[in-house]
Each structure stands twice: as structure tokens, then as C-alpha cells.
């Protein structure tokens, strides 16, 4: 079937929990290698594809913070946990013949390119995914966070992000029985109604430059170029 995409770049972001799968801890190749099939799916539309990976299946900052440790150690551990993770997605890409790129925060040159806006939109215009990696590249930051400025910085019509559920409910569907789906939602709602589905600045700052947020299921085969082309099950925060 032939399906338009709505959007002509997007920005998925992907946590590192959704990278591991049903393991604990680390990379499961399996659900990578399916991510980066349906990143493929969205590419075979002409769709521009830039990624934001998390890296919470490798590091968190907090942890270290909790056992009286320093902060910024920690989240400088959590922010290469996040390369570890685009070295693995960019493989899976590669595998199945998808050119990408993986371009960092912080400066890494033997290992993969360094982050500039520049840089991003040269590869995205000649049709490669690019892997953001690094997050920000500052302690205190998130990769939701660092996905809205990247989608800021590429141009993002719209920032899609996978999570374990096929969208925003108003309580975690997982836990409560009676949590019930959203269909829409503005920036603002989100806000104020404190649902935890991006932290408060990557919201606010999606907000501030209009880019939608779009939240839907990783886990499900094909959703991503289902919710290019405008359809899927997903929840939508737009203004
Ligand atoms: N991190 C950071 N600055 C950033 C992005 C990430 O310090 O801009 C660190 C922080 O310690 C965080 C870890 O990297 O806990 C992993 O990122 P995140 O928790 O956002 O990953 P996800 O939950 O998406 O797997």
C-alpha cells in the first residue's frame, strides 16, 4: 500500500529501557534490530529520521547521587551509556543496509562524529538517520530533554516518542486498571497535569517551539510508519 507521510523529518526518541528488552541490564540485539527495521519502514517512505537514544538500561546520574556519590560523574556515566546504545542501533541500521550517522555531545573522534546542527542537517539531507548521542552533553539534562532540542535544531516536525505503552494514560495502565487513554492532550495539559511521560523541560521546550509530541508503543512492529503516515495508536500533545 501506498501511504503519504505527514511529516517530511521527525525525531524518535528511544529510552534505553526500550533498547533492553526483557533483560535487566544491557542491549538486547533482538528488539534493536527491530527498532531499526521500522526506522527502515519510515526511511522506505522519505521520511528524514533523526534518534535520540536514551541510556537508562546502561546508566542513571541519580543512582549514583542516591548512594552518595557526585551527580556530575554520575550523569557524565549515564551519558556514555547513551553512546554504547547508538553504536548499537547504528549497527543494527547497518545490518540492513541503512546509512546513519552517529554524531555525539561530547567529543569522541576515534569513535563516531561530534554533535553540530550543521553536521546533522548535511546528513539528514542526503537521506542518513542520525543518532544523537551524548543527550545534551550537560549533567542535570535528560534524553526527553535532549530530544526536543534536537528536534528544535533539525527542524523536527514532530518529536515521536516510544515508550512502553501505546500512549499517554492518566495513570500507569500497567499498575491501575482504571487508567484510561489519552487521544490528545496540548503542552500545557501535560504540564499541569504532571504526567510523567517526557520531564518537565523537554515538554516545556517542545512547547515553546510548537513541535508536537507524539507518544505510542516501541514494542509495536510497524507502529513508527504507521504514525508518519498519520495513522497508529498513539497519544497526540499538540497546541
Ligand atoms: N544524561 C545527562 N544529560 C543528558 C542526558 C542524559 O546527564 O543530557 C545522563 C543522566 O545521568 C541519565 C542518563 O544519562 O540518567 C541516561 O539518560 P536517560 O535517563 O534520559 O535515559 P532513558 O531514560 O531514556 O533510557
Do not use: W
Not at 503519504?4 to 541490564?25: C, D, H, I, N
Not at 514532530?158 to 487521544?183: F, M, N
Request: aromatic share 4%; proline share 3%; glycine share 12%.
Amino acid at each position: 500500500s501506498e501511504a503519504t507521510p505527514l511529516y517530511k523529518r521527525v525525531l524518535l526518541k528511544a529510552s534505553g529501557e526500550a533498547l533492553m528488552g526483557e533483560q535487566g541490564f544491557g542491549i538486547d540485539v533482538t528488539v534493536a534490530d527491530r527498532i531499526a527495521s521500522d526506522i527502515a519502514e519510515a526511511r522506505a517512505l522519505g521520511v528524514e529520521v533523526g534518534v535520540v537514544v536514551g541510556g537508562g538500561n546502561i546508566f542513571r546520574g541519580v543512582a549514583v547521587a542516591s548512594r552518595g556519590g557526585d551527580r556530575v560523574s554520575g550523569d557524565h556515566m549515564g551519558m556514555l551509556g547513551t553512546v554504547i546504545n547508538a553504536l548499537a542501533l547504528a549497527t543494527s541500521l547497518r545490518k540492513i543496509g541503512l546509512d546513519c550517522e552517529v554524531l555525539s555531545a561530547i567529543s569522541m573522534p576515534e569513535i563516531c562524529q561530534s554533535f553540530s546542527q550543521r553536521l546533522a542537517l548535511h546528513h539528514l539531507g542526503r537521506g542518513k538517520v542520525v543518532i544523537f548521542a551524548g543527550g545534551t552533553g550537560n549533567p542535570f539534562f535528560t534524553t526527553d530533554s535532549a530530544a526536543a532540542l534536537r528536534a528544535a535544531e533539525i527542524g523536527a516536525e514532530a518529536i515521536l516518542k516510544g515508550t512502553q505503552v501505546d500512549g499517554i494514560y492518566s495513570a500507569d495502565p500497567k499498575k491501575d486498571p482504571h487508567a484510561t487513554r489519552y487521544e490528545t492532550l496540548t503542552h500545557d495539559e501535560v504540564l499541569q497535569k504532571g504526567l510523567a511521560v517526557m520531564d518537565v523541560a523537554a515538554v516545556a521546550l517542545a512547547r515553546e517551539n510548537s513541535i508536537p509530541i507524539i507518544v505510542f508503543s516501541i514494542h509495536e512492529q510497524g507502529a513508527f510508519a504507521r504514525i508518519v503516515t498519520g495513522g497508529g495508536r498513539a497519544t497526540i500533545v499538540n497546541d
